[in-house]
């Protein structure tokens, strides 16, 4: 047993990555588990849009946003079709960050790119764990008891069946639709050419600094604050205007 | 005067009910004016598109989330078609959590299946009352005065003419459709028959434990993670393919 | 240098005033940076959907909501369409509240209001910069210096080129519309006559107390709660009905 060792690096904030929308009551259950159990401990909504029952789509998001925490955050994430059902349920630390979720790939992306990673399956049964709400009933406890400086509750995993070997290293997709009609994608602007463009359809579309760059009406993939390539239009909505919603395929052109 | 005695459940959270909806100012300046005049106390919002300007459908949702949150939590309810009209402002006690609101039928089943309850009708009056937003100058100060232990303000209610006898005690309607397209009724699954049917305009729909037990695509009802029968479609909207929304009704089958 | 006398006025609470939108991780970022360089301080979304790209109007609902706040709140305000650009970027105190935000006219109606009011130019740059999210970069770490009891980390700015002394003292235009279609325009009440008449494309819209006082169905406008001319519509949507949407035009009629 070493899992006390991975206490050292203390969780002081908690973020929500989910796909359950702001409204209704799931993120507020949630949040009033994280208070009960944790209290004091902040608690972030990052998104509660994620990519609705994609775990896929969601995971290239996930990598790009919750790097930007600092170790010490534990990111409650809740992607999960497949809740009542076999998949596992999932404790991740990744460079001094923490994961908890169920194990459908939502992590995979995150652990691919950790300079170093442990995994845990979760052992925890809360006293009653509804079918279909594995956030509050199961994740939340979780995240809380990280958050007031338990050891992971659960047994280290060796067993790979949650990974995901055969998805790219970058997603050429959509993964995010923004309020703005901005759709960022799951390709990192850092690994592509410095002059590189993107294709929707065979329609090509050129690198931009940002917004005020661009002539307004102009389609224009930039790279976004947090380094995803990103296709906006200025004072425009790239996503009505060029078609685009999670899952459309885009194209690297050489 | 018993009221003191009502404090024995000291407020330590509260929670938001609404159909405010989360976009615009209204929760906010609720949550400013909890912040300023109980400071510290955890504010959680459950709903804040509980059905608009129906407490009728309303109450029975209300009544189904409020009974998960321990004793001891405020619930600032504001689901208020009236606002500026003749109907009451209350205060209940049921069970040990406190509820705040218009006394329009909001609180009937709440109250109607508590063990023990109690009323006061609201006579505090702040300095300043909008006629369109009791929400941030009435209930919201009264639900910070509970979290810092003040007594009721107001006095002991005797008067039923904001009671409804007359609302059954489950409502065969439904009462709230979710992020995900799923539509929860207002009845509870736990008095219905273990393997009854429900029905919408003639068609029957089967009882199912959770998604992951049904094909894609077919549509089931099973007890949501609060107790309600909730109609759902494994990977689709039950409520575009089904044409569901709010005020929908439905037959229990025999 | 006088700027350490600015900070009379404690720094309590910060609002949020944006164009983000709930959903996606903008909000959830900021937070996350005040939240970490100003632990403690509560943090209210007043806005996330202020006129999205349009300063203008914004300035005009932003003035009107700001001032329900007692003084030391910080409002941390985005509606950035320039952002990356030229636009400056400005800490304002007025009348006791901080402000933050892009120089873009966002601030016009606050200053042109308030019995007094000073003016920054933001010095502090932070480590990295992004071009597109200076609200998460740059704003929000200077809201959590004044909310921890720092001087404006700025110096005092003479320039008036983002002033818009073209605009008019109120605005005769819808400046929001909320969840329940109410349309909100930026003409305070307070200025208009007791028994001013507001028309929209020629049809005259009576006065009236509030919602209560109406027949469902008809159409009147009332002080809101900001003490805006806002037109409603009993029980109805009147952005549907009237063909309401921000930036559409009102008349005042004599």
Wanted: proline share 8%; aromatic share 8%.
């Amino acid at each position: 047993m070493r899992q006390n060792k991975a206490t050292v690096s203390k969780v002081d904030v908690i973020a929500l990555f989910t796909d359950f929308g702001l409204h209704g009551p799931y993120t507020g259950q949630m949040k009033a588990v994280l208070h009960a159990m944790a209290p004091g401990v902040p608690v972030i909504d990052l998104f509660a849009d994620a990519p609705a029952g994609n775990p896929r789509a969601a995971a290239y998001l996930l990598a790009a946003y919750a790097v930007w925490f600092p170790a010490g955050t534990a990111l409650l994430c809740v992607v999960d079709p497949g809740v009542g059902g076999a998949r596992p349920a999932l404790i991740v630390e990744a460079d001094g960050r923490w994961y908890v979720g169920p194990g459908n790939g939502l992590f995979e992306l995150v652990e691919r790119r950790a300079r170093a990673s442990r995994r845990w399956d979760i052992e925890f049964r809360p006293e009653r764990l509804s079918a279909s709400f594995h956030g509050r009933d199961l994740f939340a406890p979780v995240a809380a008891k990280l958050a007031r400086g338990d050891a992971p509750p659960g047994r280290q995993r060796n067993d790979a069946s949650d990974r995901r070997p055969g998805w790219p290293d970058d997603l050429a997709e959509i993964v995010y639709v923004d309020h703005y009609g901005n759709a960022m994608s799951g390709l990192r602007a850092a690994v592509l050419p410095a002059n590189a463009r993107l294709a929707l359809a065979g329609r090509p579309i050129e690198r931009a600094r940002t917004f005020s760059d661009q002539p307004p009406g102009t389609a224009f993939w930039y790279e976004n604050s947090n380094g995803l390539a990103e296709i906006a239009i200025n004072q425009g909505r790239a996503d009505q205007v060029l078609g685009l919603a999670v899952g459309t395929p885009l194209e690297v052109l050489p």
